[in-house]
């Protein structure tokens, strides 16, 4: 029977049958229930891991593949910046059992700070990449993305992006065709890359690039759809799902299902056959730059943008001419829902004291990105995962000492080890006096709560040895060291104050966990009481169960939306905020 | 044939399970199907929405402006922003619950007044007290099952379909009050 499966699953379910024996990765919306559905299949089939950053796994995906077994990792756009580094030389090495690297891009950036398009890394990389538009070919692709990269020997990309990723679709799935390890051996030509050997595997790589195009003309994902009306599109991917649905029958299709290296009989038969040819792609013109280097007569990104999502009325408008029907509007501007931290989130206490003290903060990438938003409002950059204490080495190094003391670092457990240690070694090597503050909630928290090297379990909630913040801190040459509980937030003011005028580097480490882990049990509700004087210095934790009346200036506190976490409690000047037990 | 449902509402009031369970009652009945769902940075609090369509065959999982047949909205506000997405003739479900975004909490803007009223000025609109079902239900959390309860009247699924997905898809030990919470909703 078919499945109704998110397309991340399906991609997981794709490995599995494909014979997967190691998966790595790093979550990052929307690629991250990847790898968390392959954690659901048997420990003795798949060996799967959190690894600490993107380069790491990718890496850990190379070597399985020298080794002989199929592997893979999966990240989103931005990951792949990251294993970038490994995965442009392991184009030239190829492959042993296959080795498959899913990316997932984020258009209209729902969950991402930026929009950026991963196709450019296949031509960048000169590497294969796959597209599916649905949960049915996630799966497809996934099983031939293995034996591609075999036959080719080339890793090779699948490229999801968010709606494919989170959309739910029917997939037939099957049973698990298990691939025997590849012998090892050594082959130092073809795996140590150094100059000598490195020369000769570029040109074994573009030697594959031209049998990868041809494969391309051939390959069953590339298709040709006619439908009478002298319109044609060129589209991949969910842009193809999009204008299947805006046009129908009405126009002839190129689906790409491999988007690199492209088909160019293919396409050129195509656009000969009809009058007008339309490439509908979101973000960059990928596909149209390389059909007019092809000198084919498309047109593209000029009627469409490379802003944001596409959708069927959009596509109709500029292919059809029709405009949408009419909607019914609200009749007022209505207030924006910003996401916002959550009720009892261990992050609020840390802000709520960098906005009272008015430091300069180098933010990070995680839930704590949140604490930018009014009405903490205490972040003033936010840059990539790390960049919240390198880039504040930089700062204190330009404006000097006096800036650097009014001026902290904040980032998660989880970026921390991903990239923030490397830049905490740059500034105890060379000689900087920054604070940097830890957000220690023992979890992975943007990204749906996984474990990390710090939570001490593993992906499949085994336990493991845990990394020691205190210790590796102190290893790398930080001798100022605290820990504080963000909600003890008199503490953590004086230990913030103090830790950022001594004139040597240090860590703060902010530690309790978040509200939305297991084990961690508020109880009861807060409610204000009579005592209260409408100050509204909780109204500045911008916690979402504390509301204002802006007519009144009266506090309320909804018991719907209230844990009962209780910093509102240790905040209020005049005592006038009681916790209720239920 | 084909049915849009748009479920909107406010990160973490469940609207997730709320569409896996339509999701999955539809697939029983041999449909075509797509659900897109959220993840990620706006479950923390922030508008969510999630799109079940469902027909012969479903292309797009998103659903355009003015082309949902339901909306189903766990939030007042959220409601009243998804109105350019309903289709002219199409229905809104909205549960009665006020969640202040941000803006308003901090005294920045208000919470439009009435949006009960102005909506039903401008469309078809159930209006339902599902935290209070829920109550009643025996779990607060049943929200969104009340709310599936209220929809599911207005799609061609019968009743003990919709119970027999239910036992599929909830997990045992809240089976009971999710049951009752169902009923609530159906039989509003
Ligand atoms: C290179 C890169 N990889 C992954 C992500 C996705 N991502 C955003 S925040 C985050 C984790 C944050 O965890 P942590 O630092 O522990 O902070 P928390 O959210 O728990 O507060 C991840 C994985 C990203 N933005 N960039």
Redesign the pocket.
């Given at each position: 029977m078919k499945k109704l499966l998110l397309g991340n699953a399906a991609v997981a379910q794709g490995a599995y049958e494909a014979g997967v024996r190691l998966v790595s990765s790093?979550?990052?919306?929307p690629s991250t229930e990847i790898t968390e559905c392959m954690a659901t299949y048997p420990a003795e089939e798949v060996f799967v891991e959190w690894a600490p950053?993107?380069k790491v796994a990718a890496e850990a995906v190379i070597g399985a593949a020298i080794a002989g077994g199929r592997a893979m990792s999966c990240?989103?756009h931005?990951?792949l910046?990251?294993m970038a580094d490994p995965l442009f030389t392991d184009a030239y090495i190829g492959v042993g059992g296959g080795a498959v690297f899913c990316v997932a891009d984020d258009p209209g950036m729902h969950?991402?700070?930026n929009e950026q398009d991963s196709r450019h890394y296949a031509k960048a990389a000169k590497i294969p990449m796959l597209e599916p538009s649905d949960s049915a070919e996630c799966l497809a692709y996934t099983k031939a993305a293995f034996d591609l990269s075999e036959r080719f020997d080339t890793p090779v990309l699948l490229r999801l992006s968010t709606r494919v990723s989170h959309s739910q679709s029917l997939v037939e799935t099957g049973i698990r065709t298990e691939q025997p390890l590849k012998d090892y051996e050594k082959n130092v030509p073809k795996n140590v890359m150094m100059p000598a050997m490195a020369i000769g595997r570029h040109v074994f790589v573009e030697e594959r690039t031209g049998r990868l195009a041809a494969y391309a003309e051939d390959c069953a994902f590339n298709t040709v759809e006619r439908h009478a009306g002298g319109i044609g599109v060129i589209a991949s991917g969910i842009s193809y799902q999009y204008a299947k649905e805006a046009l129908g029958d009405r126009v002839s299709y190129c689906k790409l299902g491999m988007v690199w290296p492209l088909p160019e009989r293919l396409l050129r038969d195509f656009v000969a056959s009809c009058e007008t040819v339309y490439v509908i792609e979101e973000l960059d013109p990928f596909l149209e730059e390389a059909c007019l280097a092809m000198g084919l007569p498309v047109q593209g990104k000029r009627l469409f943008t490379p802003l944001g999502e596409y959708t069927p009325s959009m596509i109709r408008r500029v292919v059809l001419g029709e405009e949408p029907a009419p909607v019914r509007t609200p009749a007022e501007t209505l207030p924006a829902r910003p996401p916002v931290m959550c009720a009892g989130c261990p992050?609020r206490g840390t802000f709520y004291v960098l906005h009272k003290l008015g430091l300069v903060v180098s933010g990070?990438?995680?839930?704590?990105?949140l604490g930018a938003a009014a009405p903490l409002s205490a972040v003033d950059t936010t840059v990539?995962?790390g960049a919240s204490v390198s880039a504040a080495h930089g700062m204190a190094k330009v404006r000097g000492r006096e800036f650097a003391q009014k001026l902290v670092s904040v980032?998660?457990?989880?970026?921390?080890i991903?990239s923030g240690i490397t830049g905490l070694i740059d500034i105890v090597y060379n000689k900087g006096i920054n604070t940097v503050i830890i957000?220690d909630?023992s979890?992975?928290?943007?990204?749906g709560h996984?474990d990390?090297p710090t939570t001490g379990k593993t992906i499949r909630g085994e336990a493991t040895r845990q990394v020691d913040l205190i210790g590796l801190c102190r290893s790398v040459g930080i001798d100022r060291i605290e820990v504080v509980d963000p909600f003890d937030t008199k503490r953590l003011e004086q230990v913030v104050r103090q830790e950022t005028q001594c004139e040597e580097p240090s860590v703060i480490i902010a530690q309790r966990p978040?509200a939305l882990l297991k084990k961690v049990r508020y109880t009861g509700h807060c409610r204000v009481s009579d005592r209260c004087r409408k100050c509204k210095v909780c109204i500045k934790l911008g916690c979402p169960a504390i509301s204002l009346d802006a007519a009144t200036g009266a506090v309320s506190i909804d018991p719907t939306q209230c844990n009962g976490c209780g910093l509102c409690v240790g905040v209020c000047p005049f005592g006038a905020i009681e916790k209720e037990e239920d | 044939m084909q049915t849009n449902i748009m479920i909107v509402g406010v990160g973490g009031q469940g609207t997730l399970l709320a569409s896996r369970i339509l999701g999955n009652a539809v697939v029983r009945r041999g449909y075509d199907v797509k659900v897109s769902e959220v993840h990620g940075m706006s479950q923390r609090g922030g508008s969510v929405v999630t799109y079940v369509k469902y027909g012969d065959r479903i292309w797009s999982p998103v659903i355009d402006r003015g082309e949902a047949d339901i909306v189903l909205a766990f939030e007042l506000l959220e409601a009243y922003r998804a109105l350019p997405w309903l289709r002219a003739g199409g229905k809104i479900i909205v549960n009665t619950q006020q969640i202040n975004p941000m803006p308003v909490i901090t005294g920045a803007a208000e919470y439009p007044r009435d949006i009960v009223g102005k909506l039903s000025a401008q469309a078809d609109l159930t209006a339902v007290d599902a935290l209070e079902l829920a109550r009643r239900a025996g779990s607060e959390k049943a929200v969104n099952v009340v709310l599936i309860g209220v929809m599911a009247k207005n799609t061609a699924i019968p009743y003990d379909e919709w119970l027999e997905t239910l036992r599929d898809t909830v997990p045992a030990r809240f089976l009971d009050v999710n049951l009752r919470a169902f009923a609530l909703g159906y039989q509003l």
């Open positions: 790093y979550p990052g919306t950053n993107e990240c989103k931005v990951g910046n990251v969950s991402s700070q992050h990070d990438i995680g839930c704590y990105t990539c995962m980032i998660g457990d989880s970026t921390f991903h957000l909630n979890i992975t928290g943007m990204t996984q990390n978040c | -």
